[in-house]
């Protein structure tokens, strides 16, 4: 089935050591999304690609990146993450942006920071 | 800026009674108007959706309601089931425009068996 994977589902760190998360999509959908989850909160959006443009929120702090090597594949990384970064962070697509298709989320990478 | 307000925060209900969970937008020109169930550990997913031409749409026990003059849209579940437990958010969107949701804040739903 067409789906969004991300990896690792689970992933433990140590303060200020740079870490990768990953999100695959065989949807081919243009948007990718990256969303930071905390506590059954929703989900707050850290930036987006339309196809290779790259879309920054104003909060999202500078040691939040991404990158989008093509159609398929986005990385969020986290340069020197805080305790404060501990949360679930979730990728998600979304199709043609001029017509209504909801957005396709992957069951997340949750993240701990010790 | 745009938002949009869901209550109520948390719901309870018995197992076979209905659950309404309501929201409110801000942006007039919201037209597209996503439901996602998300249970402990998993991400959102899509229950129903409803365009801003259509003023309610069912799927078996999940029904969603749009009333755009008061800018309120709403889910209700019939029937319920202890399945049905999980955390609910609405969402907006402007399609046509940036290609951002706004999410709602999110109702924790337990229903008791």
């Known amino acids: 089935d067409a789906m969004v994977i991300q990896n690792p589902r689970y992933q433990v760190t140590q303060f200020g050591k740079p870490v990768t998360l990953s999100c695959s999509q065989t949807l081919n959908h243009n948007v990718m999304y990256w969303y930071q989850q905390k506590s059954s909160q929703a989900p707050k959006l850290l930036f987006h690609?339309?196809?290779?443009?790259?879309?920054n929120e104003a909060d999202t702090p500078d040691n939040f990146q991404s990158r989008r090597p093509n159609t398929s594949f986005c990385f969020l990384d986290i340069r020197s993450p805080g305790l404060g970064d501990t949360a679930m962070y979730l990728c998600a697509t979304s199709g043609l942006v001029y017509s209504n298709q909801p957005q396709h989320f992957g069951d997340g990478t949750r993240l701990s920071i010790l | 800026g745009e938002n949009v307000e869901q209550h109520p925060s948390t719901l309870s209900v018995q197992e076979g009674d209905s659950a309404v969970i309501k929201c409110t937008y801000s942006?007039?020109?919201?037209?597209?108007f996503p439901w996602y169930k998300q249970e402990l550990g998993k991400g959102p997913q899509l229950i129903i959706d409803?365009?801003?031409?259509?003023g309610e749409k069912k799927d078996q026990r999940i029904a969603v309601t749009l009333n755009k003059t008061a800018k309120h849209f709403s889910l209700h579940i019939t029937e319920t089931q202890p399945e049905d437990s999980a955390v609910y958010f609405c969402a907006s969107r402007r399609v046509g425009g940036t290609y951002k949701y706004i999410f709602g804040t999110g109702t924790r739903l337990k229903v008791l068996a």
């Open positions: 690609y339309y196809d290779k443009d790259f879309n």
């Open positions: 942006d007039s020109a919201s037209n597209y």
């Open positions: 409803i365009r801003s031409n259509v």
